[in-house]
């Protein structure tokens, strides 16, 4: 099976802006925004609820754990928000009711949470759009762990932070390509 493709900053910015002409901008953006910065699963994202990205004032937390029901293989894991995220986030939180903590972090269509496969969906209806052919509800994930590997984390903090059992797993997900090659030997 082809790895969803990774995106650099340009592209990236080319669909956080073509988010800003959908139907629901700001959620868009921000769901974007979890998955290249935060490196959640669509599931996961989608699975989200108010109360577990913002505190009992509406501000957003630096951390939040994420419950086994949320994740793949059943396993809570912590969640980093870096403060590029949480900036987003609390921008977010602006558009939304933030007095319900069990209600929907990102509410779709339909008003409750995302399914898991709505929410890929929704990343391949942007992609698609933005005329990436390759690139799925995967490929925030691992933009997110191929931009921390290339900044010098190690392979095991990126496991944790991606909740992988097995750092080779983890290892999969580092994407590798000509110009990084280039300037890996400009190191010496």
Do not use: W
Request: with cysteine.
């Amino acid at each position: 099976m082809r790895q969803a493709q990774t995106l650099n900053e340009a592209q990236l910015r080319r669909v956080l802006h073509y988010c800003r002409s959908r139907r629901h901008p700001v959620r868009d953006q921000t769901i974007i925004m979890v998955s290249f910065y935060a490196g959640l699963r669509a599931k996961e994202i989608a699975a989200l609820t108010v109360g577990d990205v913002f505190d009992d004032e509406g501000a957003v937390r630096e951390q939040f754990v994420l419950r086994a029901t949320q994740s793949k293989g059943g396993k809570t894991r912590t969640v980093y928000l870096s403060q590029r995220l949480r900036r987003s986030l609390s921008e977010y939180g602006d558009t939304i009711r933030l007095n319900d903590p069990a209600h929907p972090l990102f509410e779709s269509q339909k008003g409750g949470h995302f399914s898991a496969n709505t929410m890929c969906q929704l990343f391949l209806d942007i992609y698609k759009a933005c005329g990436f052919k390759d690139a799925s509800s995967h490929s925030g994930r691992r933009t997110y762990i191929t931009r921390l590997a290339n900044k010098g984390v190690g392979v095991r903090l990126l496991a944790e932070l991606a909740g992988h059992s097995h750092i080779s797993t983890t290892q999969r997900y580092i994407d590798v390509n000509a110009e990084q090659l280039a300037q890996a030997v400009e190191l010496l």
